[in-house]
C-alpha cells in the first residue's frame, strides 16, 4: 500500500474523468491510494465518434478488467488491410504478435460505450467522484493545496493532471509548454452501418486523402478521412455532407459505395489535428501529467486510448512498487517517456507521409515497425 511520508495511505486527486484519468483512478486505488476523481462536467459526458483501438491497447483492458466488456459492446478482429483508392488489397499487416496472440489484433468501439465501460469499473470501485468541479489553483509545497472553482480546498500527496490536449493543470504547472499545434490536416469522422465487407480495420492509400474504415460493433462501422489542409477552414454543418462527399469523390469500392450514402442526416465531425508533447519529466513537486495532457497524438496510429490507459495503469504500478512518491514518478518516466514518444513520433511521420503523396508501400512500412515495437510489454 502507497504511504505518504510514512503516515497511512496516500491520498492523490485526479483532476479530468476521460480514458486517462479513469484509468488512473482505478489503477492507484488497487495500489491502496485514496482517490478523488473530478470532472468539470456535471453529467459526465464524453463526445466523439468511434475510435479505433490496437492490440496493446486491448492488452490494457485486460489489466483494468474491462476486455470482456469492450469486446462484448465493440468489435476486434486479427490484421489490418492497406487497400488502394478502388478497394483493392495492397498489403496486409498482421496484427496478432501481442503477447503470443493472446490478445485480438486491432478493433474498434463507440468512445462513449467506452466511457461507459470504464465509469461503470469507477462507480463499482466506490472511488470518489465530484463532478462540475475545476481546479483554479495548486499551491506550491506539499502535501499539495487545491482551491476547487466554488471556493473549497483540498490536501493530496498527489495530483494528476489527466484533463485532455487542453489541459488547465498544463498551462498552470508549464506554461513553457504553450498551446497544442495544428499539423495541417483535418480528420474528417463518419459513423455509420457496417459494410459487411469490412470485418476489420481497413485503410484506403494513394489519393488524395487517407481514409481508413473499422468496425465498431456488429452493426456500425466508424470512417475516418484525414484531409490535408495548411489552414484549418470550418465547415459549417449544414454542409458537412457536401464537404466529405467531394473528398470521398476519388474513391471507388467501399468507400464510394458509403459515399453515395451521404445525406443531412449523416453523423459526421470534422475536427482539426493538433498534437503538444511535454518534455521530461512530466511532473513537478508530486503534479504529475497523464494521456493527452502530457502527450496528444495524431491519430495514424490509433494508439491515443492505448497510451491513456496504458499511463494509468503504470502509475498505480509505480505508485505500488515504491511507497516514496518522487521515486514512483520517476520511475513513471522511465517506463512511458520514451513508448509516448515513439507514438507521436511515427504518428506525425506518417501525417508528413500522407501529406507528401508518400507510396501506400512507404506508410505500411512505418505502421509496421510501429506497431512491432507497441506489441512490445510497456
Not at 12 to 38: C, D, F, N, P, Y
Amino acid at each position: 500500500m502507497a504511504q505518504a511520508n510514512g503516515k497511512g495511505a496516500a491520498s492523490a486527486l485526479v483532476i479530468g474523468g476521460g480514458i486517462a484519468g479513469m484509468s488512473a483512478a482505478l489503477s492507484l486505488t488497487e495500489a491502496g491510494v485514496k482517490v478523488r476523481l473530478i470532472d468539470r462536467d456535471p453529467q459526465w459526458r464524453v463526445y466523439g465518434a468511434g475510435i479505433t483501438i490496437t492490440g496493446p491497447t486491448l492488452r490494457v483492458m485486460k489489466r483494468l478488467g474491462i476486455l470482456e466488456d469492450a469486446l462484448r459492446e465493440g468489435h476486434a478482429a486479427d490484421g489490418l488491410l492497406a487497400c488502394d483508392v478502388e478497394g483493392n488489397v495492397v498489403a496486409e499487416i498482421g496484427t496478432n504478435g501481442v503477447d503470443g496472440g493472446e490478445y485480438p489484433g486491432a478493433g474498434g468501439i463507440m468512445r462513449p460505450t467506452l466511457h461507459g465501460i470504464l465509469a461503470a469499473r469507477v462507480r463499482a470501485a466506490g472511488i470518489d467522484v465530484l463532478l462540475g468541479r475545476r481546479v483554479t489553483e495548486i499551491a506550491p509545497g506539499r502535501p499539495k493545496r487545491v482551491i476547487f472553482d466554488d471556493g473549497t480546498l483540498g490536501s493530496y500527496d498527489l495530483v494528476v493532471g489527466a484533463d485532455g490536449i487542453f489541459s488547465d493543470t498544463r498551462r498552470m504547472l508549464f506554461p513553457e509548454v504553450g498551446a497544442p499545434q495544428y499539423v495541417g490536416q483535418v480528420c474528417w469522422r463518419l459513423m455509420t452501418k457496417r459494410d459487411p465487407r469490412i470485418e476489420r480495420r481497413t485503410y484506403f492509400l494513394g489519393g488524395p486523402c487517407k481514409v481508413g474504415m473499422n468496425p465498431v460493433s456488429s452493426a456500425e462501422m466508424y470512417m475516418f478521412l484525414l484531409e490535408p489542409q495548411a489552414q484549418f477552414q470550418r465547415v459549417a454543418d449544414d454542409k458537412l455532407h457536401i464537404r466529405l462527399n467531394e473528398l470521398m469523390e476519388p474513391y471507388g469500392g467501399v468507400v464510394g459505395a458509403t459515399r453515395e450514402k451521404l445525406s443531412p442526416e449523416s453523423n459526421i465531425v470534422a475536427r482539426p489535428l493538433e498534437t503538444v508533447f511535454v518534455p521530461k519529466p512530466w511532473h513537478r513537486d508530486r503534479v504529475l501529467l497523464i494521456g493527452d495532457a502530457a502527450h496528444a497524438t495524431t491519430p495514424q496510429l490509433a494508439s491515443g486510448a492505448g497510451m491513456a490507459m496504458e499511463d494509468g495503469v503504470v502509475l498505480g504500478e509505480c505508485i505500488a512498487f515504491s511507497p516514496d512518491i518522487d521515486e514512483a514518478l520517476a520511475l513513471f518516466m522511465q517506463r512511458r517517456f520514451d513508448r509516448c514518444a515513439l507514438v507521436v513520433d511515427k504518428s506525425l511521420t506518417l501525417g508528413r507521409l500522407e501529406k507528401s503523396g508518400a507510396t501506400p508501400l512507404e506508410q505500411v512500412r512505418v505502421v509496421e515497425d510501429a506497431l512491432r515495437q507497441l506489441n512490445q510489454a510497456y
